[in-house]
């Protein structure tokens, strides 16, 4: 099994910036793709970014050019830089993998974006 802890999610104006951290129980090396979601009020969650092990990423359109996926495998360790928020962009943010055909979620972290 794999247990997923979010943190860094806060309250930050248009234009400041987050990053946000996703620690893993075990090792992520074996993990093929971890990915960051969102969920807005009265939204469906939507998936924001994808990495695999080889570093390879996929953003949604909203958020290129804007945030970074990145992920440091010796600390377990997933991150989501997010640049120059918007407040369409509030919402809580969930760190997700799957591993061993099970679908594992984070208990998620508010992210608020104030105009």
């Known amino acids: 099994q794999v247990q997923l802890v979010e943190s860094g999610g806060g309250l930050v104006q248009a234009g400041g910036s987050l990053r946000l951290s996703c620690a893993a129980s075990r090792s992520t090396f074996r993990i093929n793709v971890m990915a960051w979601y969102r969920q807005a009020p009265g939204k469906q969650r939507e998936l924001v970014a994808t990495?695999?092990?080889?570093?390879?990423?996929n953003y949604v359109d909203s958020v290129k050019g804007r945030f970074t996926i990145s992920r440091d495998n010796a600390k377990n360790t997933v991150y989501l830089q997010m640049n120059s928020l918007k407040p369409e962009d509030t919402a809580v943010y969930y760190c997700?993998?799957?591993?061993?055909?099970?679908?594992?979620w984070g208990q998620g972290t508010q992210v608020t974006v104030s105009s």
């Open positions: 997700h993998t799957v591993s061993g055909l099970l679908n594992y």
């Open positions: 990495i695999t092990t080889g570093g390879s990423r």
